[in-house]
Protein backbone atom coordinates (compact mmCIF):
# COMPACT_ATOMS: atom_id res chain seq x y z
CA UNK A 1 0.00 0.00 0.00
CA UNK A 2 1.09 3.60 -0.57
CA UNK A 3 -0.87 6.41 0.72
CA UNK A 4 -0.20 10.12 -1.43
CA UNK A 5 -1.12 13.30 0.96
CA UNK A 6 -1.28 16.54 -1.61
CA UNK A 7 -0.82 20.05 -0.56
CA UNK A 8 0.13 23.60 -2.40
CA UNK A 9 -3.51 24.06 -3.91
CA UNK A 10 -5.19 27.44 -3.97
CA UNK A 11 -6.07 30.43 -5.69
CA UNK A 12 -4.19 32.37 -7.90
CA UNK A 13 -4.32 34.96 -10.81
CA UNK A 14 -3.90 34.23 -13.96
CA UNK A 15 -0.23 33.92 -14.71
CA UNK A 16 0.75 33.43 -11.26
CA UNK A 17 2.49 30.16 -10.14
CA UNK A 18 1.85 27.50 -7.75
CA UNK A 19 3.90 24.16 -6.36
CA UNK A 20 2.08 20.98 -5.96
CA UNK A 21 3.56 18.62 -3.50
CA UNK A 22 2.54 15.04 -3.09
CA UNK A 23 3.89 13.14 -0.19
CA UNK A 24 4.05 9.47 -0.23
CA UNK A 25 4.36 7.00 2.59
CA UNK A 26 4.12 3.28 2.75
CA UNK A 27 5.97 0.87 0.33
CA UNK A 28 9.43 2.11 -1.41
CA UNK A 29 8.92 5.18 -2.79
CA UNK A 30 11.84 4.76 -5.50
CA UNK A 31 9.56 1.44 -7.27
CA UNK A 32 6.92 4.11 -8.44
CA UNK A 33 6.17 6.33 -11.33
CA UNK A 34 4.47 9.27 -10.47
CA UNK A 35 1.69 11.20 -12.01
CA UNK A 36 -0.28 14.35 -11.60
CA UNK A 37 -3.51 14.30 -13.13
CA UNK A 38 -6.31 16.89 -12.90
CA UNK A 39 -9.83 16.98 -13.47
CA UNK A 40 -12.40 19.88 -13.60
CA UNK A 41 -16.18 20.26 -13.61
CA UNK A 42 -18.11 17.93 -15.81
CA UNK A 43 -14.71 16.91 -17.80
CA UNK A 44 -12.51 13.52 -17.68
CA UNK A 45 -9.60 13.17 -15.49
CA UNK A 46 -6.42 14.04 -17.70
CA UNK A 47 -2.85 13.40 -17.18
CA UNK A 48 -0.68 16.74 -17.43
CA UNK A 49 2.59 15.32 -15.77
CA UNK A 50 4.54 11.97 -15.17
CA UNK A 51 8.03 11.27 -13.81
CA UNK A 52 9.78 7.61 -14.38
CA UNK A 53 11.18 5.69 -11.18
CA UNK A 54 14.58 7.51 -11.42
CA UNK A 55 13.11 10.98 -12.46
CA UNK A 56 15.12 10.70 -15.66
CA UNK A 57 11.55 10.39 -18.09
CA UNK A 58 8.98 12.66 -17.78
CA UNK A 59 5.89 13.30 -19.87
CA UNK A 60 4.03 16.36 -20.15
CA UNK A 61 1.08 16.64 -22.60
CA UNK A 62 0.68 19.95 -25.18
CA UNK A 63 -1.45 21.69 -23.12
CA UNK A 64 1.05 21.87 -20.19
CA UNK A 65 4.35 21.60 -21.78
CA UNK A 66 6.82 24.31 -21.00
CA UNK A 67 4.47 25.53 -18.42
CA UNK A 68 4.44 22.60 -16.05
CA UNK A 69 7.51 20.54 -14.82
CA UNK A 70 7.41 17.40 -12.49
CA UNK A 71 10.02 16.51 -10.34
CA UNK A 72 11.01 14.04 -7.40
CA UNK A 73 12.60 13.98 -4.40
CA UNK A 74 13.20 10.24 -3.20
CA UNK A 75 14.99 11.38 -0.32
CA UNK A 76 11.97 13.13 0.97
CA UNK A 77 9.72 10.64 -0.82
CA UNK A 78 8.18 13.83 -2.17
CA UNK A 79 6.61 14.65 -5.88
CA UNK A 80 6.30 17.85 -7.22
CA UNK A 81 4.40 19.75 -9.72
CA UNK A 82 5.93 23.45 -10.32
CA UNK A 83 2.93 25.28 -12.35
CA UNK A 84 3.87 28.15 -13.93
CA UNK A 85 1.47 30.93 -16.22
CA UNK A 86 -1.45 29.68 -15.16
CA UNK A 87 -4.43 29.84 -16.49
CA UNK A 88 -8.20 29.96 -15.82
CA UNK A 89 -8.46 26.57 -18.12
CA UNK A 90 -5.77 25.15 -15.48
CA UNK A 91 -8.38 25.36 -13.02
CA UNK A 92 -9.47 21.95 -11.51
CA UNK A 93 -8.89 19.33 -8.99
CA UNK A 94 -5.33 17.97 -9.10
CA UNK A 95 -4.56 14.35 -8.23
CA UNK A 96 -1.14 12.67 -7.26
CA UNK A 97 -0.92 9.24 -8.55
CA UNK A 98 1.97 6.21 -8.51
CA UNK A 99 2.39 3.18 -10.76
CA UNK A 100 4.34 0.23 -9.92
CA UNK A 101 4.08 -0.61 -13.95
CA UNK A 102 7.61 0.31 -15.36
CA UNK A 103 8.06 2.88 -17.92
CA UNK A 104 6.30 5.91 -18.06
CA UNK A 105 2.64 5.63 -17.39
CA UNK A 106 0.37 8.16 -19.21
CA UNK A 107 -2.90 6.82 -19.22
CA UNK A 108 -4.64 6.78 -15.32
CA UNK A 109 -5.73 3.04 -15.22
CA UNK A 110 -1.62 2.22 -15.39
CA UNK A 111 -1.73 3.59 -11.80
CA UNK A 112 -2.45 2.24 -8.39
CA UNK A 113 -2.91 4.59 -5.95
CA UNK A 114 -4.59 8.03 -5.82
CA UNK A 115 -4.44 10.86 -3.87
CA UNK A 116 -7.66 12.39 -2.26
CA UNK A 117 -6.85 15.71 -4.37
CA UNK A 118 -6.21 19.27 -4.20
CA UNK A 119 -8.27 22.10 -6.09
CA UNK A 120 -6.17 24.82 -8.27
CA UNK A 121 -8.44 27.91 -8.96
CA UNK A 122 -7.07 30.44 -11.57
CA UNK A 123 -8.98 33.57 -12.08
CA UNK A 124 -8.87 35.76 -14.53
Known amino acids: QVQLVESGGGLVQAGGSLRLSCAASGRTFSSYAFGWFRQAPGKEREIVAA????????YYPGTVKGRFTISRDNAKSTVYLQANSLRPEDTAVYYC?????????????????WGQGTQVTVSS
Open 51 to 58: ISRSGGGT
Open 97 to 113: AAASAMGLPTLANRYDY
